[in-house]
């Protein structure tokens, strides 16, 4: 259910809204909507990177039959970051970084579940990409069991620019995948690391697949051989951490 609490509806509103400074997680608009207050809608979003989907008038009004002007927005529950700004703090301040990537991973209740683990393990942040990901609103925060609340999100605009950008910071990136027979146990995970988890039908994608220094695979000997993306997560999350641990490292720094 959506909170309506965090829909913003109205052309001049959600204007306004973006300007502000507020965080907005995406702007649902109606398909043949024009004229010059949509013209600048979509301009002011596109200088704050805010994404705007194209959509039938009926997905809006099942939000809400209020006068929305064919257009509502949904706040973000968190405040976004890029990896630019995290990736040089953590350096400063002497941090061997860790940091999850997850590429096309739509699905509320699994995004939640890798932040909850993340938060546990220390995982300095988690990188998702404006379209074709989940949306962090209060239900991804709640099935979080709060750890959003403490752990930065980077919504970038193109993923593989931010995939390239930690390669060129020292991160060895990591892809999780069944195209490799390299057991995970097997990768060096005691540097900077960047681990990438895919979506659950697709994988990682061919663009981010290309990126990754290696690809390693979670044994499975079960019939189906289908672990939940946040079950690999969490599996691959603390792989880093024992492997951290026994190289005498503090992995709270």
């Known amino acids: 259910m959506i909170d309506k609490s965090q829909v913003v509806f109205g052309i001049r509103a959600v204007i306004e809204a973006i300007e502000s400074g507020k965080q907005v997680d995406k702007v649902l608009m109606k398909k043949d909507l024009s004229g010059d207050l949509a013209r600048e809608l ?31 927005a949904f706040m973000a529950a968190v405040d976004y970051y890029h990896v630019d700004d995290i990736v040089p703090a953590l350096y400063d301040e002497g941090i061997n970084p860790f940091i999850v990537v997850l590429d096309g991973v739509t699905d509320v209740r699994n995004f939640g579940a890798i932040a909850r683990t993340c938060e546990c393990a220390g995982v300095n942040a988690i990188v998702i990409p404006e379209r074709n990901s989940v949306s962090v609103n209060a ?35 990591m892809g999780a995948s069944e195209k490799t027979d390299l057991n995970y146990t097997k990768a060096d995970f005691t540097g900077p690391v960047a681990i990438v988890l895919g979506a659950e039908d697709t994988g990682i994608s061919a663009d981010i697949l290309r990126l990754c220094d290696t690809l390693v695979a979670i044994p499975e000997f079960g019939e189906i051989n289908s672990l939940n993306v946040s079950v690999a997560g969490g599996i691959m999350i603390y792989e880093v951490v024992r492997q951290r641990l026994n190289d005498g490292q503090n992995v709270n720094s």
């Open 139 to 173: 239900d991804a925060v709640k099935t979080s069991a709060g750890a959003l609340n403490y752990l930065p999100v980077c919504r970038e605009r193109n993923l593989v620019n931010a995939v390239k950008y930690l390669r060129d910071s020292g991160f060895m990136v």
């Open 42 to 72: 979509l301009s002011v979003a596109r200088e704050y990177n805010v994404p705007v989907q194209r959509v039938p008038v009926e997905r809006i009004n099942r939000v809400t039959r209020k006068n929305h002007q064919g257009v509502i």
